[in-house]
């Protein structure tokens, strides 16, 4: 048990080195790798064993291991087309039971085994073209792809196809055969698979060289409901074209040659092959088309059942003969579809269309034609197609809107004129009333006007130069202007049926329910890639208003990106976030202005409590005061100066004036009833006057405590104890005060009051003249000062 247990966990280590020595692809997401042009030589690891696609394209693979695909079990796609792989092993691809795409194209696989494709029961597209094989296995190759729809097989080495080659295959529907070398075909071989859909030959070998051949395999694949491809292929004779007579028999309804080269008369023989034949439309695409013709112009007899041509992207080296194609005239009255693309016509004779008696549909788009051009095919308005619905003449050189060569165009729904150089619109055009379809895409045109027809239901302005759009349009359904430099969306209120709306890449800066709501009958709006402002509006209807719209958006959010403002320039609309005061400026302004409000309220509620604006009058008046030269005390005018309030102006005036004024000698008094200079500032003679004074009686009372102009004073004698530290205060109090009435800020007057002794009005009269010798004593200046002022004022005078 020990050694079993041993051997499994040293094989767990190899298989986990080996693993690990697998190179790793760079391009793998969730459940898909693109290994394609890595240069691997070996199978990369798994990254996961959710796997559904692997791209091994472009590499330089050369052998397929039994484990390559060990740990991709979940494999529904795996193309390992142009590799050089020449050996896969038999067993290589037995996990892959869920695969339902195979590409082993253009490789060097010289065989092909039944043992790759025996645990392949999900398989439903094989591609096998461009390898070494010769032949396909030995036989019943493909017998367990029960469920195979699409085969592709054959290369330059296929020599031989056996008739058990596609034994078991009965739901196939595309079936491409490259055998342009082929030398043996069984008959019959083709036919097991029974009718399919879809058949694209490549045999240009069989057609030069062995007609029988080619006859041979068309006889087994033709089929009234199969379209049959050629391609690859150089019709450049007409006995080349023999082997259509299968086509014929088999009731052939639809031929397509591709990327061939064909000779005039080679056309011309197919066409006599299948005169008379149930042939319904015939395409030529990607291919040469030389002028040569051998003998004259054989045209078929009948073509009854023939109605569309289709020339693409054909190489015509005498385009200038071109006409030549459509010359039969027992060929083009049964015509109900052509189209000729990118094939340098530039003229239709009217001669010859007027022979499309029968055409419902015409394409000329991608050619020369120019204005002259397009009025002669049109026959200048007289055109005899009848039962036209669709013209195509985008990608010409037209350089004018000529609404008069349809107008007897009863049938006509649908105009292309895409691609053209208009730069301008008439203002009348005399279009049919049947019009429904009109592409003016591309044309450059900066303006339109009333020339657009009312009864359009679908309407293509996109890629030119416009800058409004607003044109009454009753009847139509669907819209088209992107590309443009429309900067508003279009007044819905003239669109009363737009259903859908296409305004991308424009000028467009907002999008609103208001806006949305003018279309009455509007379902879907694409508008992204525009110059968005995201504004909160905006933002907020991208992010909710779709839901309470019934307008759908068809294109993708993520390209509805914001320009401006700066904040957002280049995010999602989704994801653009703004800020409270961009959204709700009037709100967030109101709120502003109350914090500040409030602010600025709690800041005078502190100023007041903590008496910031007393400091503030008092430092400026502290250095106003600086500012002037200081009296020197022989220059003082007064004695005292005299703080009362006006309610105590009584005792004041007849008591302590004539008691301090009258004595001997004199004491000069400074009172602001008498004193202040008139008009001057109260403030500025507050400070002249306790500037001037050698002393400063307060009388205090509780009508001095609640006088404002004495707290000035008081203000300013407080600061100026506080500035020069002197004594200057003479107190008296007229009745007791409770030293708490007088405002903290004053803290050097209440420290003055609680130092000294209060001259206070004594209550008995026997008192009071010793309280007037006490204030004399105290008001009165030295007598060195007094003489000083003497002559002082002497000099003066």
Same mark, same amino acid.
């Given at each position: ?177 490259? +055998? ?58 007409? $006995? ?282 509007? $379902? ?27 307008? $759908? ?126 008009? +001057? ?75 000294? $002794? ?40």
């Amino acid at each position: 048990m020990r050694i079993f247990t041993f051997l499994t966990f040293v094989l767990l280590l190899i298989h986990q080195s080996f693993s690990l020595s697998r190179p790793q692809c760079h391009s793998c997401e969730q459940t898909s790798c693109n290994c394609s042009g890595q240069n691997l030589t070996t199978v990369p690891a798994a990254p996961s064993k959710l796997i559904t696609q692997l791209d091994l394209s472009c590499n330089e693979l050369r052998t397929i291991m039994k484990d390559d695909f060990a740990a991709f079990a979940s494999l529904r796609s795996l193309i390992m087309n142009n590799n050089s792989i020449q050996k896969i092993h038999e067993q290589a691809f037995v996990p892959l039971t869920n695969l339902e795409k195979l590409d082993l194209s253009f490789n060097k696989l010289e065989m092909l085994s039944a043992g790759w494709f025996e645990n392949l029961v999900s398989l439903q597209h094989l591609n096998l073209l461009g390898n070494k094989y010769k032949m396909l296995g030995q036989g019943n190759l493909f017998q367990p792809l029960k469920k195979l729809k699409t085969l592709y097989f054959g290369g330059p080495e296929l020599q031989s196809v056996r008739k058990s080659d596609f034994s078991g295959l009965s739901g196939l529907e595309e079936v491409v055969f490259d +055998g342009k070398n082929l030398k043996d075909y069984k008959r019959g071989s083709l036919r097991e698979v029974g009718p399919v859909k879809y058949v694209t030959l490549g045999l240009n070998g069989p057609f030069k060289e062995n007609q029988v051949l080619a006859e041979t395999i068309l006889s087994d694949v033709v089929h009234p409901n199969t379209t049959l491809t050629f391609t690859d292929t150089r019709f450049t004779k007409d $006995t080349y074209m023999s082997p259509f007579r299968a086509a014929y028999h088999g009731g052939t309804t639809s031929v397509i040659f591709k990327n061939v080269v064909m000779t005039i008369s080679a056309f011309l023989a197919f066409m006599n092959w299948m005169s008379d034949s149930r042939l319904s439309m015939v395409t030529l695409e990607d291919s040469k088309l030389v002028l040569r013709l051998s003998g004259g112009m054989s045209f078929p007899s009948s073509m009854g059942h023939l109605e569309a041509i289709v020339v693409k992207n054909v190489d015509v080296p005498a385009f200038y003969l071109f006409p030549a194609l459509i010359g039969d005239e027992s060929l083009l009255p049964v015509l109900r579809r052509v189209t000729v693309q990118k094939c340098k016509v530039y003229l239709l004779p009217c001669e010859s269309a007027a022979t499309l008696t029968r055409l419902e549909y015409l394409d000329f788009s991608d050619n020369l034609i120019t204005d002259m051009a397009l009025s002669n095919i049109m026959c200048n308005g007289d055109s005899d197609f009848r039962l036209l619905q669709t013209i195509n003449i985008s990608r010409n050189y037209l350089h004018s809107i000529n609404s008069q060569l349809f107008t007897k165009l009863n049938e006509l729904k649908n105009i292309d004129m895409s691609g053209n150089i208009f730069h301008k619109m008439p203002d009348i055009c005399y279009w049919p009333p049947s019009l429904h379809f009109l592409n003016l895409s591309s044309t450059r045109l900066t303006k339109v006007t009333t020339c657009l027809p009312v009864s359009l239901r679908v309407l293509d302005l996109s890629d030119n130069d416009l800058t409004v759009f607003n044109i009454e349009l009753p009847s139509l359904t669907d819209l088209y202007i992107c590309g443009n430099k429309i900067s508003h969306l279009p007044d819905g209120g003239l669109y009363p049926s737009v259903v859908f709306v296409s305004i991308q890449n424009n000028n467009l800066h907002t999008i609103s329910s208001k806006s949305l709501n003018d279309y009455n009958s509007l $379902t879907s709006l694409e508008a992204g890639a525009n110059t968005f402002v995201c504004s909160c509006d905006f933002i907020a209807f991208m992010t909710t208003g779709w839901t309470n719209h019934r307008v $759908t958006i068809g294109d993708e959010f993520k390209s509805y990106i914001c320009e401006s403002p700066d904040s957002t320039r280049g995010k999602s609309a989704l994801d653009a976030r703004l800020s409270v005061f961009e959204c709700h400026t009037a709100l967030a302004f109101s709120l502003l202005c109350s914090g500040i409000l409030l602010v600025f309220l709690l800041v005078a509620g502190l100023c007041h409590k903590f008496s910031v604006l007393w400091y503030m009058k008092m430092t400026w008046a502290w250095l106003r005061a600086k500012r002037k030269p200081k009296l020197k005390k022989g220059e003082l005018e007064y004695d005292a100066f005299v703080s009362y309030s006006d309610m105590d102006s009584g005792w004041v005036e007849t008591y302590l004036v004539p008691e301090l004024e009258q004595a001997e000698p004199p004491l000069q008094l400074c009172l602001h009833k008498r004193d202040f200079v008139p008009g +001057g500032w109260i403030l500025d003679n507050i400070m002249d006057a306790i500037e001037k004074s050698h002393r400063t009686l307060f009388v205090l009372s509780q009508h001095f405590i609640r006088s404002e102009w004495c707290k000035y004073e008081l203000d300013y004698t407080h600061f100026r104890l506080f500035d020069q530290n002197d004594d200057t205060v003479v107190l008296i109090l007229l009745e007791p005060i409770d030293k708490d009435t007088i405002p903290k800020k004053f803290c050097k007057l209440r420290r003055v009051m609680n130092s000294r $002794t209060y001259l206070e009005w004594p209550d008995d009269d026997g008192q009071i003249p010793r309280f007037w010798h006490s204030l004399r004593t105290a008001i009165k200046r030295p007598e060195t000062d007094h003489k000083d002022h003497l002559e002082f004022d002497n000099t003066d005078v």
